[in-house]
């Protein structure tokens, strides 16, 4: 089956500062990458993601990156704030999730 | 509109006791799917399904049943629940199986088995 791999497990960074977090695949056949957001006490809400036939994609603020040929995908971060102070899961499809990256926003 | 709903939030059971989580979803979503989440584990898919009356195994399906005799319900069943399942549940849906379609999560179900 699919192996997601996520990194870093932890981050901490200055408001302002920008945040990137990477995630690995395995199935080259693999189609969609979202990213989540977890708030304590919650459950993980979708806050973008990319299909294979785009490499980039942004909302305002944060943005994905993707490279179908080293299999891998970045969730950027810019400006950050200390709302953006969650724990962050990559998956791919549906059914597979990296283990998540407990971003701290420090003001 | 609630969209997915889990009940109870919190529950705590003895080594061997039986229980059900419930999942509602009132956004006429086919697939429904129940995760645990463990420290340091990230989400791990238990079972799903892709339509009302059906049901599949995911990647950790061993000591949970699932049944989806309803479209807008998906339950879990432990039938003898064990220390090793003191997890948080999420249940979620989706319109349909493509990338296309996102994933909506409930806010959780937090289950200690002593």
């Known amino acids: 089956g699919e192996n997601v791999e996520q990194h870093p497990s932890t981050l901490s960074v200055q408001e302002g500062d920008s945040a990137v977090i990477k995630c690995t695949y395995s199935d080259s056949a693999s189609n969609y990458f979202p990213w989540y957001k977890q708030e304590l006490g919650k459950g993980p809400q979708l806050i973008i993601d990319?299909?294979?036939?785009?490499g980039e994609k942004k909302d305002q603020r944060i943005a994905v990156t993707l490279n179908k040929t080293a299999k891998h995908f970045s969730l950027h971060i810019t400006e950050t704030q200390p709302e953006d102070s969650a724990v962050y899961f990559c998956?791919?499809?549906?059914?597979?999730f990296g283990k998540g990256t407990l971003l701290t926003v420090n003001p | 509109n609630a969209g997915v709903t889990q009940t109870p939030k919190f529950r705590v059971l003895k080594t061997g006791q039986s229980m059900t989580l419930l999942c509602a979803q009132d956004m006429n979503h086919e697939y429904m799917y129940w995760y645990r989440q463990d420290p340091g584990m990230g989400l791990r898919l238990i079972h799903y399904?892709?339509?009302?009356?059906?049901?599949a195994k995911g990647e950790v399906p061993d000591g949970y049943n699932v049944s989806r005799l309803k479209k807008q319900n998906f339950l879990l069943g432990l039938e003898s629940a064990a220390p090793s399942q003191t997890s948080v549940y999420f249940c979620a849906s989706s319109y349909g199986p493509s990338g296309a379609n996102v994933l909506t999560f409930g806010a959780g179900s937090r289950l200690t088995v002593l």
């Open positions: 399904s892709v339509g009302e009356g059906t049901t």
């Open positions: 990319i299909r294979s036939n785009v």
């Open positions: 998956a791919v499809n549906k059914l597979t």
